[in-house]
Nanobody, 125 residues
Framework: QVQLVESGGGLVQAGGSLRLSCAAS????????FGWFRQAPGKEREFVAA????????YYAGSVKGRFTISRDNAKNTVYLQMNSLKPEDTAVYYC??????????????????WGQGTQVTVSS
């Protein structure tokens, strides 16, 4: 079992930055890969970014590449999503997710077994 708790969401103006944190607990986190997803009102949950167990490989949705950065600190049991140059279309509830599946692509929500409760990010124009 992995428990996830997100924090760091809020209201920011377009062009601003936020850093989301995901505090993880429950098992050895070096065995766990993480992802961030988001869901806007009336839309399906979509992939944002992911990071492999080792932290050596990261993946991003095209809409956030170059603006968002995912990272992990295993010593602090925390995963981060640094979001820069935010746009109104980034407004959504952001979810942290975790998987222990070794060969997962990390791009699909169905590959993740554990989810946080979500944190709201609102970007005003």
């Amino acid at each position: 079992q992995v428990q996830l708790v997100e924090s760091g969401g809020g209201l920011v103006q377009a062009g601003g930055s936020l850093r989301l944190s995901c505090a993880a607990s429950g098992r050895t986190l070096s065995d766990v890969a993480f992802g961030w997803f988001r869901q806007a009102p009336g839309k399906e949950r979509e992939f944002v970014a992911a990071i492999r167990r080792s932290g050596g490989s990261t993946y991003y949705a095209g809409s956030v590449k170059g603006r968002f950065t995912i990272s992990r600190d295993n010593a602090k049991n925390t995963v981060y999503l640094q979001m820069n140059s935010l746009k109104p279309e980034d407004t959504a509830v952001y979810y942290c997710a975790a998987t222990t599946r070794l060969w997962a692509s990390l791009l699909a929500a169905a590959e993740y077994d554990y989810w946080g409760q979500g944190t709201q990010v609102t970007v005003s124009s």
